[in-house]
């Protein structure tokens, strides 16, 4: 096992929950920041205020990008930039930036007001200026902003991880390996390229636009659907068990049902997988 290996299997694991952490750590200690400079600038300009409220006018903001983000993430996944996308996928997250615009000045005036209420206080949107005129430019920036730390921290992830790859036709001479149904996947990984046998995959799992290729305990993103791989792999050894799983009944060790129809799969290495009833039937029909 590589160095680091470990770390990253745990972080792999409960990446969401990391993620979550570090961006509400993020809002937290940049808001406390922004609001010292507020109150900075409030004692120097001498402008009246109630202590509370340089807290409502940041926070208040902080928590309506909060909530923008998985509606973000969900944008971006199905509309990913890219080299044959550029053009109009640009296009499109640039009237993104616009709808962003719109939300961010009306959910924060809304959730403010609400704030101010529960103090039996008015809350004028002239004390802080805002609009979308005045904001447009700052919330855009702030949309591509978070656009482009989440494309590095892809980027980043999959550089620690390993991405994998189905082989092309070459250009000249014949194919290393089956185009159709290939022994082999290349994993590109810090800049290294090395191959997985087939046969190696113990199971496979969906997650977004990806399959994660199941090997010894590690996940090889490939880029692609479960319909395209379960193609490409052997059915003789690789059976749907799941919507979002696909399993290597070499690496299958016991099937537990239970009460709901649906059944659980324990392979060699202890991994449980979930078969749904839709599915169960099948997989017994082919091991018997």
Request: some cysteine; proline content about 6%; hydrophobic content about 40%.
């Given at each position: 096992m590589q160095p680091g290996q470990p770390a990253l299997t745990h972080y792999l694991r409960y990446r969401h929950w990391y993620e979550a952490g570090a961006v509400?750590?993020?809002a937290l200690i940049t808001g406390f920041v922004n609001i010292g400079a507020n109150i900075t600038e409030l004692r120097h300009t001498h402008l009246p205020y109630l202590p509370w409220e340089p807290y409502v006018w940041e926070y208040s903001s902080a928590v309506v990008v909060l909530a923008s983000l998985p509606a973000i993430v969900l944008f971006d996944h199905r509309l990913p930039i890219s080299w044959s996308t550029c053009r109009i996928n640009m296009a499109r997250h640039f009237?993104?930036?616009?709808?962003?615009?719109?939300?961010k000045v009306g959910?924060?005036?809304l959730l403010r007001k609400l704030a101010y209420s529960t103090t039996g206080s008015h809350y004028d949107p002239n004390i802080v200026p805002s609009g979308f005129g005045?904001?447009?430019l700052p919330n855009a920036r702030q949309y591509l902003g978070i656009l482009a730390l989440i494309y590095c921290y892809r980027f980043i992830l999959s550089q620690?991880?390993?991405e994998a790859h189905t082989f092309t036709a070459p250009d000249v001479g014949p194919p290393v390996d089956s185009l159709e149904k290939p022994q082999r996947f290349m994993v590109r990984k810090l800049g290294k390229e090395f191959l997985i046998a087939a046969n190696e995959i113990e199971w496979l799992e969906a997650q977004g636009n990806y399959v994660n290729l199941r090997v010894r305990g590690r996940a090889y993103p490939l880029r692609s659907t479960m319909t395209a791989v379960q193609a490409l792999l052997d059915p003789e050894k690789f059976v749907r068990v799941h919507r979002s799983h696909i399993v290597n009944l070499d690496y299958l060790l016991e099937i537990e049902p239970l009460d709901t129809g649906d059944a659980r799969l324990k392979l060699r290495d202890g991994t449980l997988v979930g078969c749904s009833r839709t599915y169960r039937d099948a997989l017994r029909g082919r091991l018997a």
């Amino acid at each position: 096992m590589q160095p680091g290996q470990p770390a990253l299997t745990h972080y792999l694991r409960y990446r969401h929950w990391y993620e979550a952490g570090a961006v509400v750590l993020y809002a937290l200690i940049t808001g406390f920041v922004n609001i010292g400079a507020n109150i900075t600038e409030l004692r120097h300009t001498h402008l009246p205020y109630l202590p509370w409220e340089p807290y409502v006018w940041e926070y208040s903001s902080a928590v309506v990008v909060l909530a923008s983000l998985p509606a973000i993430v969900l944008f971006d996944h199905r509309l990913p930039i890219s080299w044959s996308t550029c053009r109009i996928n640009m296009a499109r997250h640039f009237i993104a930036t616009i709808v962003f615009s719109f939300y961010k000045v009306g959910a924060t005036i809304l959730l403010r007001k609400l704030a101010y209420s529960t103090t039996g206080s008015h809350y004028d949107p002239n004390i802080v200026p805002s609009g979308f005129g005045y904001d447009y430019l700052p919330n855009a920036r702030q949309y591509l902003g978070i656009l482009a730390l989440i494309y590095c921290y892809r980027f980043i992830l999959s550089q620690l991880q390993g991405e994998a790859h189905t082989f092309t036709a070459p250009d000249v001479g014949p194919p290393v390996d089956s185009l159709e149904k290939p022994q082999r996947f290349m994993v590109r990984k810090l800049g290294k390229e090395f191959l997985i046998a087939a046969n190696e995959i113990e199971w496979l799992e969906a997650q977004g636009n990806y399959v994660n290729l199941r090997v010894r305990g590690r996940a090889y993103p490939l880029r692609s659907t479960m319909t395209a791989v379960q193609a490409l792999l052997d059915p003789e050894k690789f059976v749907r068990v799941h919507r979002s799983h696909i399993v290597n009944l070499d690496y299958l060790l016991e099937i537990e049902p239970l009460d709901t129809g649906d059944a659980r799969l324990k392979l060699r290495d202890g991994t449980l997988v979930g078969c749904s009833r839709t599915y169960r039937d099948a997989l017994r029909g082919r091991l018997a």
